[in-house]
Nanobody, 114 residues
């Protein structure tokens, strides 16, 4: 199974982007789906996630600005990012975990700059 992330780009502060992560095939019974990011010189961090029970998690700095959703029919998860800030600049990775494996997308660059 491969995850293909897309939707990154360069935007001005206050702008929006929607990232997509498409799985090459259905990943059965995911226990966790999330978006991570890694800024230059920093460790990769979990940004938002959805758990198998439907509960969600997001880091404090993106609450009210980022939201994650999924379309099971399209094997796709999304990350809607609004009111972007320069500190959101990073490479964003999607991740899906199930009983078989831990799947990662290749990363998509998000740059927020005026």
């Amino acid at each position: 199974v491969q995850l293909q992330a897309s939707g990154g780009g360069s935007v001005q502060p206050g702008g929006s982007l929607r990232l997509s992560c498409v799985a090459s095939e259905n990943i059965p019974f995911p226990t966790h789906m999330g978006w991570y990011r890694q800024a230059p010189g920093k460790q990769r961090e979990l940004v938002v996630s959805i758990f198998s029970d439907g509960s969600t998690y997001s880091i404090e700095s993106v609450k009210g600005r980022f939201s994650m959703s999924r379309d099971n029919a399209k094997n796709t998860v999304y990350l809607q990012m609004d009111n972007l800030k320069p500190e959101d600049t990073a490479v964003y990775f999607c991740n899906i975990v199930n009983f078989r494996s831990n799947y990662w997308g290749q990363g998509t660059q998000v740059t927020v700059s005026s």
